[in-house]
Each structure stands twice: as C-alpha cells, then as structure tokens.
C-alpha cells in the first residue's frame, strides 16, 4: 500500500460509473465501414436484444473475443447487416464488456444504430471516457493513457516510436522504479519518526544518499530529453528567408514534392507566409515560405516582411537562400566595361554577407543553414570563388531538384537522434516535464539535508513532496479536475 496515497484505490472506485457508453470510433463521415462501440458493465446484455445473429446465437452465451455476423434490428425492421465483437471483462481495453458493432459507412446507418442504443439504455460517451475507463480500471497508467492521444496524433515515425514506447510502459516502469525504491527508504524515515525518542537510524545514510544520487541523475536525462522530445513531437519549425526572387517559393515545392507555392517571376509575390510539413528522415519539419526581404515601399508586402521576422523568430531554424547567379552574374554580353560590371557583381555579393550578418547578430542563438540557389545556371569556377567567402553555404537547385537531399541531410543534423536510436525514454509531454522538475526540486532538498545530516522529519517533508510529484505522472496520485483536462484532449470514441 502507497503510504503516500492511501485513499487511491477507493477513490478510483468511487469514480468508476456504472453507465453504459457508446460513440462512434471510426472517423465521423462516409466510409467502407464504421466501428460503433459500447463499453460497461451491462454493454453485452444491452446489445443482445437488438441484434440476430445469422447462425441464431446468443450473443451472452458467447465467449470473449467472439465475431458474430447478423442483423442490427429495431423490432421487425432491419438496420444493418453487421459483425458484432464482444470482450468481456476484465480482459478488454476499458477493462469492462464491450461489444464493437461493425457497419457499413453510410452517415444514416452510424446514426440510426447509435440512436437505437441511446434510445435504450446507453449515453453518449464523453472525449477521451473509453480510456478513461481503461486508466480507473487499472488497464494502464495515467501515462500510458496520454500516450494513447499520441499515438492518434503523431504525424511522423519518430513521433510514433516514442508514443508507441510509452504507451507499452517505457516512461512509466522507470518512474515506478524509481518512486518504489524512494518509498522503500521513506517507509523506514516514518518509522524512525515513530521511535524518535529513542534515537534509532533504520534508514543508512549511505544507501540513501547512493540512491538520492541515482534518483538525480534519472531525472536530470528525463528532463533533458524534454527539449529532443517537445521537437520530434511537434516538428522543428524551418524558416526559409531570404531576397524576392531568389527562389523561396521553388525550394518549399521542391521539399514538399508539390505545387503548394505560387512561383513567379516577378518580385514581391510572396506578400504572407505559407506553411506545410513534412516528414525527414522519421522527423516533421514544418516549412514557412516568407516573403522575400528588401527595401519596399508598398504597404502589403512590407506587413509580410514584418511577417517574416516574426517567422525567423519563432523557427528553430532559418534557411538563407540567396540567388547564386545573381550575386555572381557576369558581364553582359558585348559590354566594354568588364570592370564596372564586376564591381557590381562583387557590390551585391558584399550586400549579402552583410544582410547575412545582419539576421545572424540579431539572432545570435538561432542556427542557419546558407543555401546558395540557382546553381545550375552558374560555371563550377563560380561556385568555387563563393566557397571561398561562404565556405559553409550548401549548393542547390531547387529547380533541378540537385542539392535537396543534402539540405536534408543537413537539416537532420540539427535533431540528435541518439537516444531515439537507442529506444532510450524521451519525454515530450509538458505536464510530465512540469512534474519531473518539481520532483528534481525536491530531490535536491533531500540531497541538502543528507549532506548537512538535517533530522529525519525534516527530511521526511521533502520526500513526501518528490513522491507526490512522481505519482502524479503515472496517476497513483491524482484528481477528477487533472483528469478531466487531459481527458477533455481526446477524440470521442477513444
């Protein structure tokens, strides 16, 4: 028994309803089929009357985790030919009877079923109330049922690998771990508490202090991890900035492999900005096509201009692009004077390591990748002369399409993706963050008064305190108002 949480059980089962539950659990809209679920203690017996089996069945008399194929029918009228699936409790994912009635697509025939059963018995199932069950039932902790909603959500493989991790007890058994092997030690601080008069140790201090360590450690990685996690859960936002015309525009349709860009020639034609994602290397990236920054006096385009360093300053990373060709272009054909055109290639050429300069001082922390576009319209000597002043500047065309896969490459540089790799626990969730810094708060007080061998009931407080908050991720200590709001985040019908 949690010393720490000792009315956790029977508050729980004072939460359990007794209702019966049903939604829709596939997506709302015409399909194929539809799964409509109804989960409680009564959800077989409720079913039965309304359905005929083909084979005349009893649909209590069957064994869980049976199909039957028959008819959803409202007295002699027939609604639908289905497959009905039955799990009896404890062994289905709320833990109670569920019955998961399979039918066609049609918007009419969902509705018509669901209004049968509301009609008769059943309410309609609140967001997120079928894992609800399934966490007040015991089927999974408070973690793993958040890690149900990011499962649903995720939009990328690696965003599915940690839910998937999670969701299968990763984060949780290491958090348990950790708060069983505290409690131990706690247990043996209360009952010094109990003979505080006669001065005995039941907890040695060397074996705590070993453990305070380890707890601290633990922590500090899980926290860490917060800021790999909080990107590969929500995609890293990639700001492509840069002059009109230098092909901003092209490169976002070349990353997204469509035409989700407007490309023209003339410049200014970007006067918002345009954003997609998508997924490299298992990791989102959301892209933002900025309009192209220079000197304007058109009241639009400058609102966009406005726009794009309100973009860079909320991206992770920025991409420069800047027109190879332009920045380098020759003499004009037949021109006399070679030199004046050349000081005017290297003028804008200067004008570029300066703007360049100019977004890197204002954003010191922000990294940049510098993309040189438009590659295929220059000599290799040229692309040679602008490595020389820009060594670390990729080469494109996002025209041809040379060039993309290496800016992939680069951009999956900026995401470590070792411990994704190594399947070590990454956390993306913000609550659990929140909860894991308190904890590692109150850690660092037990570790204080180790070393300043403060008594035991002072001690005693802030372990309590570093218990409550590891309970707190997992859901052995909780209340109806934190799970109503991370229940409220769900689809209905999960």
Do not use: W
């Amino acid at each position: 028994m949690d010393i720490y949480a000792p009315c956790h059980f029977t508050y729980f089962c004072s939460m359990i309803p007794n209702d019966s539950i049903i939604a829709l659990a596939t997506p709302a809209g015409a399909g194929a089929i539809a799964i409509i679920r109804i989960s409680g203690r009564k959800a077989i017996a409720m079913a039965a009357p309304f359905f005929n089996s083909i084979h005349g069945k009893k649909l209590v008399e069957q064994k869980s985790h049976s199909i039957l194929l028959g008819h959803i029918v409202e007295g002699k009228h027939i609604l639908d030919e289905v497959l009905v699936s039955i799990f009896k409790a404890p062994n289905s994912y709320t833990g109670e009877n569920v019955v998961e009635i399979s039918c066609h697509g049609s918007p009419y025939i969902q509705q018509q079923i669901i209004q049968l059963f509301l009609r008769n018995g059943c309410r309609m199932a609140d967001a997120g109330e079928f894992t609800l069950r399934a966490f007040l039932n015991g089927k999974m902790d408070l973690s793993q049922a958040e890690a149900v909603a990011d499962l649903i959500a995720s939009e990328n493989a690696a965003a599915h690998q940690i839910a998937i991790q999670q969701m299968r007890g990763g984060f949780s058994n290491e958090i348990k771990g950790l708060r069983e092997e505290l409690l131990n030690f706690a247990s043996l601080i209360e009952l010094e508490l109990d003979f505080a008069e006669e001065d005995v140790e039941f907890a040695d201090r060397g074996a705590f202090k070993a453990l305070v360590d380890k707890i601290r450690l633990v922590l500090k990685r899980l926290i860490d991890s917060f800021a790999e996690g909080n990107v590969i859960k929500n995609g890293i936002p990639v700001a492509i900035v840069g002059e009109p015309n230098v092909g901003k525009s092209t490169l976002l349709n070349a990353l997204l492999n469509e035409e989700r860009a407007l490309v023209s020639e003339i410049a200014g034609t970007t006067r918002d900005t345009i954003e997609d994602e998508i997924s490299i290397g298992g990791i989102g990236f959301r892209f933002i096509d900025t309009a192209g920054i220079r000197e304007t006096e058109d009241i639009v385009e400058g609102m966009g201009i406005q726009r794009t360093f309100e973009k860079i300053e909320k991206s992770q990373v920025t991409l420069y692009l800047f027109d190879a060709h332009e920045v380098m272009s020759p003499p004009l054909e037949g021109s006399t004077n070679f030199e004046q055109s050349s000081a005017g290639s290297m003028a804008r050429f200067e004008n570029l390591l300066l703007e360049i300069e100019k977004i890197q001082n204002k954003y010191p922390q922000k990294p940049m990748v510098i993309v040189a576009n438009k590659t295929d319209r220059i000599t290799p000597a040229k692309i040679k002369q602008i490595k020389t002043d820009l060594p670390q500047a990729l080469f494109l065309s996002a025209k041809t399409g040379t060039g993309i896969v290496e800016l992939q490459s680069q951009l999956l540089k900026f995401v470590n993706t070792g411990a994704l790799h190594n399947n070590e626990t990454i956390v993306t969730n913000t609550r659990h963050y929140n909860a894991l810094l308190k904890a590692l708060e109150e850690i660092d007080k037990v570790q204080l008064g180790i070393d300043e061998e403060l008594p035991s009931d002072l001690m005693a407080i802030d372990v309590r305190e570093a218990l409550y908050h590891l309970g707190m991720i997992t859901g052995q200590v909780s209340n109806d108002e934190l799970l109503g709001n991370i229940f409220a985040n769900f689809c209905i019908g999960k």
